[in-house]
Nanobody, 115 residues
Framework: QVQLVESGGGLVQPGGSLRLSCVAS????????MGWYRQAPGSQRELVAS???????TYADSVKGRFTISRDDTKKSVYLQMNSLKPEDTAVYYC?????????WGQGTQVTVSS
């Protein structure tokens, strides 16, 4: 069973940057498109960015131009570089497959953007 472990979150001031990492255990990671998702309090989980096995990327309009998703299949990892952070980016961030069936969701990593 694949496990996902997210890290790299924290408290950052508006305009700051963070780099999130997600490491997957088990096999098969390189066969799937992956995504970063986020869930703010009282809101549904939303897809923030995705990356195919070939490296094609897509972004939600709210983060386009500020966030960059990447992957390293040799490390079974996917990353999210977040720049120019805004208070509305505050959420718990998760990685998972881009499409169902999802892996079991990890604990996520909290990102808080506040002055």
């Amino acid at each position: 069973q694949v496990q996902l472990v997210e890290s790299g979150g924290g408290l950052v001031q508006p305009g700051g940057s963070l780099r999130l990492s997600c490491v997957a255990s088990g096999s098969g990671f390189s066969r799937y498109a992956m995504g970063w998702y986020r869930q703010a309090p009282g809101s549904q989980r939303e897809l923030v960015a995705s990356i195919t096995t070939g490296g094609f990327t897509t972004y939600a309009d709210s983060v386009k131009g500020r966030f960059t998703i990447s992957r390293d299949d040799t490390k079974k990892s996917v990353y999210l570089q977040m720049n120019s952070l805004k208070p509305e980016d505050t959420a718990v961030y998760y990685c998972n497959k881009f499409a169902v069936p999802y892996y079991i969701w990890g604990q996520g990593t909290q990102v808080t953007v506040s002055s």
